[in-house]
């Protein structure tokens, strides 16, 4: 079985503006792609697990959620970076767009695209660690026994929010691996 890193795209990898979609659009947040390669040269199989329910408004189709992912895989190869799997969720039972405006168990805090990803990856959950910028993220991967670190502002480390206070804490991802691999 592998190791696996399973990790928030928007917010956590790239900059967030929302609804992110065209792959002019990808920012690396700092220091994110030498994570992703720092993740690649331990050994550890990278997925990226995001919720992508831009497409049930019809914001984007899954078409460009293809091309942005495969525009950061382009990005990251230029690090010698790269990930193994991505996995999206395009459903939200409040958009207007059929068939993604349904009741899924893939968007988080739903657990499946974590359970598809160990499936696919042969994870050991025990060896996987999780980041993400919001509780959703990683709430289904605690509930695997994976260990898991909030990216929050900086502030909020040693300030965090009632929310953010049950999780372990960092700014970055660099700086979450710097705790989870440690
Ligand atoms: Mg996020
Ligand atoms: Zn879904």
Redesign the pocket.
Known sequence: MNRGALIDRDGTINVDEGYVAKPDELEFKPGAAEAILSLNQRGYKVAVIT?Q?GVAYGYHTEADVERFHAEMSRQLASYGARVDRFY?????IKGTIKP?N?E????KP?D??YRQAISDLDLDPALCIAVGDKPTDLLPAIALGVSSVLLVPREHIDDPTPEEKQFQRAETLGSALDQLLA
């Open positions: 919720n329910g999206y969720c395009p459903h939200n993604y349904v899924c168990e893939c968007r739903g499946a695209m």
